[in-house]
């Protein structure tokens, strides 16, 4: 059974870090694209960062670079968003997602909040 939990649910103030980690399982981890993507109230789901099965292989969409690092442990089945500066627009629902060649996982999310 596969299974994508995510961590890291938090209410934060504007120029705050906050990590959020994603726990998986179920399916072979290694070999499947890994990203975070958010939806903030009405706004569809969108994708924040990706995370390749090549090392190195990370992408972050130009409304977080410089700010969010995604970064992946394949000893542990699990990735990783750090981020740092946030600011209100990035409060949404994180979920996190994996991509095994045929099959999109998702996890059940987790709300962060930016709000002073």
């Known amino acids: 059974q596969v299974q994508l939990v995510e961590y890291g649910r938090a209410l934060v103030q504007p120029g705050e870090s906050l990590a959020l980690s994603c726990a998986a399982s179920g399916f072979n981890f290694t070999s499947a694209i890994m990203y975070w993507y958010r939806q903030a109230p009405g706004k569809g789901r969108g994708l924040v960062a990706r995370?390749?099965?090549?090392?190195?292989?990370?992408y972050v969409t130009d409304s977080v670079k410089g700010r969010f690092t995604i970064s992946r442990d394949n000893a542990k089945n699990m990735i990783f968003l750090q981020m740092n500066d946030l600011k209100s627009e990035d409060s949404a629902v994180y979920y996190c997602?994996?991509?095994?060649?045929?099959?999109?996982?998702w996890g059940q999310g987790t709300q962060v909040t930016v709000s002073s």
């Open positions: 995370a390749g099965t090549v090392a190195g292989g990370t």
């Open positions: 997602s994996a991509f095994n060649g045929v099959t999109n996982y």
